[in-house]
């Protein structure tokens, strides 16, 4: 392979890198559906629970899965229905905010990734570019 083959190979696999960035980023883009769905499901143990002839009790065993929530959730105003209506409006809103919180620092971190990928293979090509002809 010729010199000038090496350094095009490098250049590519300089792009690659960011291919792969992009490829791991893509992980966390799940994260907020992902616990979106799990504090949904515990709502709907809630009021599985609520119905259960040891509803206290169950529903206390759900507090830690609650989070902070719980106090709200299981003895807030209004019907337990209601409260647990109101928790899945909440839980869809931080999941919308947090999915456009991760979108936005995948896509600032695909592009720096991009432009310093560039970068470094650009400057490697130009100091390969400037070797005298002899020892190339």
Avoid: K
């Avoid at 350094?7 to 291919?19: P, R």
Wanted: hydrophobic residues 55%; aromatic residues 4%.
């Amino acid at each position: 392979m010729n010199d000038r083959a090496t350094w095009t190979a490098f250049l590519l696999m300089c792009f690659a890198l960011v291919g792969l960035t992009g490829l791991f980023a893509t992980y966390a883009t799940t994260i907020p559906l992902e616990r979106a769905l799990i504090r949904t499901g515990v709502l709907d143990q809630v009021l599985a629970a609520d119905r259960m002839p040891d509803a206290p009790a169950r529903l206390a065993a759900l507090r830690p899965a609650l989070g902070p929530n719980a106090d709200a959730v299981l003895s807030g105003p209004g019907d337990l229905w209601d409260r647990v209506a109101a928790e899945r409006l909440v839980v869809l809103d931080e999941q919308g905010r947090e999915a456009r919180s991760v979108a936005h620092r995948t896509r600032v971190l695909v592009g720096i990734v991009t432009l310093m990928a560039a970068l470094v293979g650009a400057g490697i090509m130009a100091l390969a570019s400037r070797r005298p002809a002899a020892e190339r």
